[in-house]
């Protein structure tokens, strides 16, 4: 019977290999396409930054690094030491970017440049808290773009099934939903781009829209809720992925269109790609917290003769 226990016991462990091996994976696409969002954003249009730079006391310094104030404001686009210093940021992106392809469980100096870098989406993410006249949802439903890197070295560095993994997770997916649910059930004034996607993609009209986005923010904070108990969270993170995705995708499906250059492949695409830690880290949860049937098909599976115990062998007939 040992030899028994020890094949079922080597099945299991190979079997919860293969998965930590998805998990890393679906944490690695996160951060990732997070990244890579970002370094679109940075290299073509212009990083939110504007709000916290744009300031007396940035000024002040560079007239301490001997920057006059032609050479700060600049003479046209992109020529200005704040724009310059600005677009350098681009660079730091893509590093980030490479680096989550990268990185391995011994790979502490890129853990801790991606820690780094978790830091930066940070900044970023209170730049567009700043600009919304500082409304906490905005800072919220970036959770899971700026927990995503952190994300992705914690499951590294102590597995994807450790508690302090699981942990970030939950917090990650909790802003991205809170913050949302927030501004769709109107505790903060709705955005307007809120009841535009839904109304281009769904093709309803304001009152519908508005309605539905009542019931998606009240389905957010369920969410939120759902997740912290066990008999029902795995339907949660179910909903939890498929929503993630759509909202996602719902910025180049509203957005796009034949009409534009590129089919404004360059202006909505990346909206879509940096927001792909609202349905991947869900996804991560899913699958942590999927029934796990495998105990039960291989103890019922035959054992074979040559282990089988004596007991477990039929008697000959007389």
Same mark, same amino acid.
């Given at each position: 019977?040992? $030899? !028994?226990?020890?094949?079922?016991?080597?099945?299991?462990?190979?079997?919860? /290999?293969?998965?930590?091996? =998805?998990?890393?994976?679906? #944490?690695?696409?996160? +951060?990732?396409?997070?990244?890579?969002?970002?370094?679109?954003?940075?290299?073509?249009?212009?990083?939110?930054?504007?709000?916290?730079?744009?300031?007396?006391?940035?000024?002040e310094f +560079? &007239?301490?690094?001997?920057? @006059?104030?032609? $050479?700060?404001?600049?003479?046209?686009?992109?020529?200005?030491?704040?724009?310059?210093?600005?677009?350098?940021?681009?660079?730091?992106?893509?590093?980030?970017?490479?680096?989550? =392809?990268?990185?391995?469980?011994?790979?502490?100096?890129?853990?801790?440049? #991606?820690?780094?870098?978790?830091?930066?989406?940070?900044?970023? @993410?209170? %730049?567009?808290?700043?600009? &919304?006249?500082?409304?906490?949802?905005m800072f919220? $439903?970036?959770g899971g773009?700026?927990?995503?890197?952190?994300?992705?070295?914690?499951?590294?560095?102590?597995?994807?099934?450790?508690?302090?993994?699981? =942990?970030?997770?939950?917090?990650?997916?909790?802003?991205?939903?809170?913050?949302?649910?927030?501004?769709?059930?109107?505790?903060?004034?709705?955005?307007?781009?809120?009841?535009?996607?839904?109304?281009?993609?769904?093709?309803?009209?304001? $009152?519908?829209?508005? !309605?539905?986005?009542?019931?998606?923010?009240?389905?957010?904070?369920?969410?939120?809720? %759902?997740?912290?108990?066990?008999?029902?969270?795995?339907?949660?993170?179910?909903?939890?992925? =498929?929503?993630?995705?759509?909202?996602?995708?719902?910025?180049?499906?509203?957005?796009?269109?034949?009409?534009?250059?590129?089919?404004?492949?360059?202006?909505?695409?990346?909206?879509?790609?940096?927001?792909?830690?609202?349905? #991947?880290?869900?996804?991560?949860?899913?699958?942590?917290?999927?029934?796990?049937? /495998?105990? *039960?098909? *291989?103890?019922?599976?035959?054992?074979?003769?040559?282990?089988?115990?004596?007991?477990?062998?039929?008697?000959?007939?007389?």
């Amino acid at each position: 019977m040992n $030899e !028994v226990e020890t094949e079922i016991d080597v099945q299991n462990t190979s079997e919860q /290999s293969g998965t930590d091996r =998805v998990l890393i994976l679906i #944490l690695r696409a996160a +951060a990732f396409l997070c990244f890579a969002g970002w370094t679109w954003v940075h290299y073509y249009w212009e990083a939110p930054y504007g709000i916290l730079l744009w300031q007396d006391a940035t000024f002040e310094f +560079a &007239s301490e690094q001997g920057v @006059s104030w032609d $050479e700060f404001i600049g003479t046209g686009t992109n020529d200005g030491w704040l724009q310059t210093w600005v677009s350098r940021i681009t660079w730091l992106y893509f590093a980030f970017t490479i680096m989550t =392809v990268t990185v391995r469980s011994k790979s502490y100096l890129q853990m801790a440049a #991606l820690i780094g870098g978790s830091g930066l989406l940070t900044v970023l @993410s209170y %730049a567009k808290y700043v600009a &919304s006249q500082r409304q906490l949802p905005m800072f919220l $439903e970036h959770g899971g773009q700026m927990l995503a890197p952190i994300l992705l070295v914690t499951a590294l560095l102590f597995g994807a099934r450790h508690r302090a993994t699981l =942990v970030v997770a939950m917090v990650a997916l909790v802003m991205t939903f809170a913050g949302h649910g927030c501004y769709a059930v109107g505790w903060w004034p709705t955005p307007g781009n809120f009841y535009g996607m839904i109304s281009l993609s769904l093709g309803v009209q304001y $009152e519908t829209a508005n !309605v539905m986005l009542g019931v998606f923010g009240i389905l957010d904070f369920i969410v939120c809720i %759902a997740i912290f108990l066990p008999y029902v969270r795995r339907w949660a993170i179910w909903y939890a992925v =498929v929503w993630g995705f759509l909202t996602a995708l719902a910025r180049p499906v509203a957005g796009m269109s034949m009409s534009l250059n590129y089919w404004g492949a360059d202006q909505y695409i990346h909206e879509a790609v940096l927001r792909a830690p609202h349905f #991947l880290i869900p996804l991560y949860l899913a699958i942590l917290w999927r029934r796990d049937l /495998s105990a *039960t098909p *291989t103890l019922a599976k035959p054992i074979p003769p040559s282990i089988a115990p004596a007991d477990a062998v039929p008697a000959a007939s007389a």
